[in-house]
């Protein structure tokens, strides 16, 4: 991926961060996530004091630390850390205000400070090996997503291999397929995809099958019309966090700043290695995000201006 194609993909998944939230931009699955330890780390977010919840979605990773995506918090644009993430689901749910943001040193990977300890009986664990195969869950928040706001849906996806789109130099994307018909759409940036019970990434880009075929096909790219075309994003790239593991750790425990350290990962063994051979073109990929990011920020717009 080039320069240019990296910072025109950041730009655009920034303004789909805070662009106002509509139904195909949220996670959309026949599943709301059961009341259990895993289910209730993962957090809606309100970016600034003039955002909504809804904006991103995190992970809790220590009582007062929030994991999510870097391009979620860049999208403020130089402004104060503020807003708040929401903990709890349905009517039990609590809101604690942000007071500091921290972006790593390489991947969309950021963490959010709160104001104050946000009170559960467990936290998430960051994986400390990125696994590009296998089965694993998928969470996200939006007040008009599955769950309206109110219930957290959740989807099982499958680790179908790497993706070479990624932001800000980071390492080879996941890229996972969500089952049985969920999605997950702009609304979910920065939430967690959990392998064997760890985080093992933070949502990036969804990419869309359709709007990427209907460009190749009219080789102007164009974009499919319906709504129904857009809900059919079934794939999504997530940055690892494996490879910021060491950062994120030092960074909660108050021993560096988000600029000065480069974690390291490893490659599961229990994971299939995915052959180079197999993989896609890092400037195919690259055009496959960007079509998909393009085609969604697009349609935002269109409903708001309506």
Partial sequence: MTRTRTMTATAL???????????????????????????????????TDKGQFGDCTGTAIAPQWVLT?????????GAKASGAVRVGNGDNTREIPIDRWEVAPGGDVALMHTTEDMGLSHYAEIDDQACYSGQATA???SPSGSGKGKQLPVANAT???????????????????MEEGAAIQGGDSGGPLFYEGKVTGVVTASINPVADAAAGKSGDGALPDSDVDVKQTRDAVYSPVADQKEWITKTISGQESASTAQGSSS?????????????????????????????LF???GQRAAQ
């Avoid at 995506?69 to 644009?77: G, P, S, T």
């Avoid at 680790?159 to 397929?177: D, F």
């Fill in 13 to 47: 998944l920034a303004l789909l961060a805070l662009a106002p939230v509509s139904s195909a931009q949220a996670l959309e699955s026949p599943h709301m996530a059961p009341d259990n330890a895993e289910s209730a780390t993962v957090v809606s977010e309100k970016i």
């Fill in 69 to 77: 995506a870097r391009h979620c918090v860049e999208a403020a644009e």
């Fill in 139 to 141: 969470y996200g928040w």
């Fill in 159 to 177: 680790i179908t291999g790497k993706s070479q789109y990624n932001l800000y130099e980071g390492t080879p994307g996941i890229k996972a397929q």
């Fill in 267 to 295: 490659e599961a063994s229990s994971c299939t290695s995915i052959s180079p051979a197999v993989l896609i073109g890092g400037a195919v990929v690259a055009g496959l995000g960007g079509a998909a990011v393009t085609g």
């Fill in 298 to 300: 697009l349609r935002r």
